[in-house]
């Protein structure tokens, strides 16, 4: 269950009527939290988890009150001039923010939600808009990343580093900190009895598969949990949250044979999980010798896209789409996944000079898109929205219509012509 935007915020009434149907549906609603709502309102109306505790943060409104300038920083409220005069102060964790916590918990503990906290992915933020970021880029896990999540984590396409690029040094404290809250969050709820299950966001910058799952059981224990327990939350909590505790989440007989063999005990050292001697997928064995040659064979899967998209990494990250979309054009193999390479990144670079203001380059930028993608329906979408914002009405409606004719069900489209034929 999403809402994170604050145009996209549901309003109390949508809220209830979303969790009632899912109710009646015998559905469960999990996810983040409405954040135009308090969390009081998560609590009452019985959303069956929270995915990140970062959410829970983001709608608490004692911790964000007690934050002030921080928090409103953070959110965008606060240009960069306007914090550094308001001269913020963090909050002192242990005399100011944990009382919080702890009623937090125990209002919580009230209800049946279950957290997922997520922690690993809060903290490879904080990380990449440090220096620390040059030391991730060479981790020898990144040759096993998908290669478009591999090359958005890079200099010139990172997120986080392009969005923050005039405040990293007054970030990175604030995000420092707001983990810290979050580590805060995660131990307090677990002490209340409240089920907390190992969840990454995977796929998010620098939280890859597989791996990211050993560093969120290392975050939870850094948080406060106890190896056993931050072992439940990866095994037993989620087979009892999915209703699956009779097929798995512990080893007995009868269950299913997927298993982990690791060379250590876990519960004396939680990085002792990494230590994988092999695994066991219903009932087949596959040794240790087995796991590396797959991912042998996965970085060996990903050498025909890198050898396709060399040279053109180069000027995307310089901004020069006109000469990375040439490249594109002599290519004489363009399978969907190379094209979606150069289709993605270049709409991804568009989007930023929007974020920049640079509203006239982005126009030319998305026309280089749609020349070379032209049965794209995203592609003329977002040419139709670069229109609207520079108040071409005629041109924002042509595109709009003609992204929804290759589309049907793109409901943007049909709301933004709407709203551009009532004006």
């Known amino acids: 269950m999403y809402g994170t ?110 957290l997922s906290p997520g922690l690993i992915t809060y903290k490879k933020i904080w990380r990449q808009i440090t220096p620390q970021y040059s030391g991730m880029l060479k981790d020898p896990k990144m040759q096993y990343m998908y290669p478009l999540w591999r090359l958005w984590v890079s200099p010139g396409f990172n997120s986080y580093r392009g969005r923050w690029s005039d405040r990293l040094e007054e970030m990175a404290p604030v995000i420092k900190n707001t983990f810290e809250i979050q580590k805060l969050i995660v131990n307090e709820f677990n002490i209340a009895g409240i089920p907390i299950m190992a969840g990454t966001d995977a796929t998010n910058p620098f939280v890859i598969e597989g791996f990211s799952l050993h560093e969120e059981l290392k975050a939870l224990v850094a948080a406060g949990l106890t190896p056993y327990e931050a072992l439940k939350s990866a095994t037993i909590t989620p087979a009892r949250f999915l209703n699956l505790e009779m097929e798995i989440g512990t080893v007995a007989v009868g269950k299913k044979a997927d298993l982990v063999l690791i060379d250590g005990n876990p519960l004396e050292s939680i990085g002792n999980t990494n230590r994988i001697s092999g695994v066991s997928i219903a009932g087949t064995w596959h040794s240790k010798a087995d796991l590396e040659k797959s991912l042998e064979n996965l970085v060996d899967s990903y050498k025909p896209f890198w050898n396709a998209i060399e040279g053109s990494r180069d000027y995307f990250s310089s901004g020069d789409v006109k000469s990375a979309l040439e490249i594109y054009a002599q290519l004489d193999n363009k399978t969907e996944e190379i094209a979606g390479y ?51 009405k005629t041109l924002a409606i042509k595109y709009y219509e003609k992204s929804l004719k290759l589309n049907p069900n793109n409901s943007n489209a049909v709301e933004q012509l709407k709203l551009l034929r009532s004006k």
Not at 13 to 34: D, Q, S
Not at 62 to 79: H, M, N, R, T, Y
Not at 363 to 373: G, P, S
């Open 5 to 114: 935007r604050p145009d996209y915020a549901m309003s109390k009434e949508t809220y209830h009527r979303f969790i009632a149907t899912a109710k009646r549906l015998n559905m469960r609603v999990v996810g983040h939290t409405p954040r135009g709502l308090p969390f009081q309102s998560v609590l009452d109306e019985g959303q069956s988890s929270v995915d990140h505790a970062e959410e829970i943060y983001y709608v608490y409104t004692p911790i964000l009150e007690k934050l002030g300038p921080v928090a409103d920083f953070q959110f965008g409220k606060l240009s960069l001039e306007e914090y550094r005069k308001s001269n913020p102060k963090f909050p002192d964790l242990e005399k100011e923010i944990l009382p919080l916590v702890k009623q937090l918990a125990k209002d919580t503990k009230r209800s049946d939600i279950v």
């Open 342 to 392: 150069f289709r993605t990144t270049v709409n991804r670079r568009g989007y930023q000079l929007i974020r920049q203001k640079k509203l006239e380059a982005a126009r030319k930028v998305f026309e280089l898109n749609a020349k070379h993608f032209p049965m794209s329906a995203n592609v003329w979408d977002s040419l139709a929205e670069i229109y609207m914002l520079l108040g071409n």
